[in-house]
Structure formats: structure tokens, C-alpha cells
Nanobody
Framework: QVQLVESGGGLVQAGGSLRLSCAAS????????MAWFRQAPGKAREFVAA????????SYADSVKGRFTISRDNAKNTVYLQMNSLKPENTAVYFC????WGLGGLPRHYDYWGQGTQVTVSS
């Protein structure tokens, strides 16, 4: 049974930083592409960042480029999202996702999902 468990969310002031973690189990983590998506109230789930199985390739939404960094530690079966210079519009539930297919920017590209962690950025 595949499990993805996010942690690290919370309340932060605008301009602050948070580091999200996603611990994976039940899958061959080192073979899976991993991604972060987010969903704000009343909005569709949107792509944030993705990383290839080996970490050699990454992809970011334009809105987070230069501020967010995705990384992974295959020895720990964990993927991270470092978020700097946070803005109120970054407030959302952030989801971790895993794909056996490869890097993708759409939710349908991903096979497994975590339950999400809330990130709230105050102005």
C-alpha cells in the first residue's frame, strides 16, 4: 500500500519561508517522479514543482520559479519543497504526488497522492 505523508506546513508571514517534506512508503521511491501540487479554496489543483527519479531534472510553475526549490533524498524516501519569499497568494493545501510515468504538470500524470498539508501566508 502506497503512502505519501506530507509535513511542514503552517502559518507564516509574507516574506517568510517554509520547508515541506513528503515521506513515501510502499513504492519504489527511487524509480518514481515526484511532484508538489497545491489547491486553494474554490480553485482547481495546480502544479507547483516536479523532480525526476534521480533528481537530475526539475520543473516549476512560473509563479514559483526562483522562490521554491524541489529536492529529494532517495536514501530517506523523502521529497522536499523549500519555499522562500512566501506571498499570501501561496496560501493553499499542498499535496505530494508520485508518478510511475515520469515528470508531468497535470494531476492526471500522477498515480499516488498524499492527504496534503496546509500552508497559510499572512500579509
Amino acid at each position: 500500500q502506497v503512502q505519501l505523508v506530507e509535513s511542514g506546513g503552517g502559518l507564516v508571514q509574507a516574506g517568510g519561508s517554509l520547508r515541506l517534506s513528503c515521506a513515501a512508503s510502499g513504492l519504489t521511491f527511487s524509480s518514481a517522479a515526484m511532484a508538489w501540487f497545491r489547491q486553494a479554496p474554490g480553485k482547481a489543483r495546480e502544479f507547483v514543482a516536479a523532480i525526476s527519479w534521480g533528481g537530475g531534472s526539475t520543473s516549476y510553475a512560473d509563479s514559483v520559479k526562483g522562490r521554491f526549490t524541489i529536492s529529494r533524498d532517495n536514501a530517506k524516501n523523502t521529497v522536499y519543497l523549500q519555499m522562500n519569499s512566501l506571498k499570501p497568494e501561496n496560501t493553499a493545501v499542498y499535496f505530494c504526488a508520485a508518478s510511475n510515468w515520469g515528470l508531468g504538470g497535470l494531476p492526471r500524470h500522477y498515480d499516488y497522492w498524499g492527504q496534503g498539508t496546509q500552508v497559510t501566508v499572512s500579509s
